[in-house]
T-cell receptor, first 115, second 111 residues
Framework: DAGITQSPRHKVTETGTPVTLRCHQT?????MYWYRQDPGHGLRLIHY???????DKGEVSDGYSVSRSKTEDFLLTLESATSSQTSVYFC??????????????FGPGTRLTVL | SQQGEEDPQALSIQEGENATMNCSYK?????LQWYRQNSGRGLVHLIL?????REKHSGRLRVTLDTSKKSSSLLITASRAADTASYFC???????????FGAGTILRVKS
């Protein structure tokens, strides 16, 4: 398995509280991604990073922010959690850009419940 | 919005049979990838096919790509109970750097 860990693995929080999810990799891959997975929607991209301090929005970025201060860590923050952000969150990495035919490696996921 | 749409949404077969899943997409692509997800786990990459390729094999997997119809199929031959999982197609647009996933096909292989 690619060296990707996510923390926490499970979290229950209340509406309006801030939440930060962490993705940590030991592969030294340049690209990192955050997805959410909801029934019937597959995976949808929230944000991604193409280098330290370089990030871009994905398909469902509203209500989320990210930061990448080191190659190995990519943080996803929900500034004020809402019930619609209850989901399973996956981090993924790729060595190089996807247009170059590179694959993604996925972390184990974080199950977040917002009450 | 979803790029890939898988068909069928669910498939149940007997061990030893072949399983075919289809994926349609909307825009010009650079490549198309198939992933598997076991229940409660992260996704695992299975196979990638580039836009200039028509067919690719990897073990018991065969992927075809028809860019004129904007569709792809994944064939799993001689299925096993361990193949029970959800299967997702995902596309990378021609000049893009993001994977866009479909909603997936749930495959159940009965032993």
């Amino acid at each position: 398995d690619a060296g990707i860990t996510q923390s926490p693995r499970h979290k229950v929080t209340e509406t309006g509280t801030p939440v930060t999810l962490r993705c940590h990799q030991t592969e030294n891959h340049r690209y990192m991604y955050w997805y959410r997975q909801d029934p019937g929607h597959g995976l949808r991209l929230i944000h991604y990073s193409y280098g330290v301090k370089d990030t871009d929005k994905g398909e469902v970025s509203d209500g989320y922010s990210v930061s990448r201060s080191k190659t190995e860590d990519f943080l996803l923050t929900l500034e004020s959690a809402t019930s619609s952000q209850t989901s399973v969150y996956f981090c993924a990495i790729s060595e190089l850009g996807l247009a170059g035919g590179n694959e993604q490696f996925f972390g184990p996921g974080t199950r977040l419940t917002v009450l | 919005s979803q790029q890939g749409e898988e068909d069928p949404q669910a498939l149940s077969i007997q061990e030893g049979e072949n399983a075919t899943m289809n994926c349609s997409y909307k825009t010009s692509i650079n490549n198309l990838q198939w992933y598997r997800q076991n229940s409660g786990r992260g996704l695992v990459h299975l196979i990638l096919i580039r836009s200039n390729e028509r067919e690719k094999h990897s073990g018991r997997l065969r992927v075809t790509l028809d860019t004129s119809k904007k569709s792809s199929s994944l064939l799993i031959t001689a299925s096993r109970a361990a193949d029970t999982a959800s299967y997702f197609c995902a596309t990378v647009e021609r000049y893009g750097n993001k994977l866009v996933f479909g909603a997936g096909t749930i495959l159940r292989v009965k032993s």
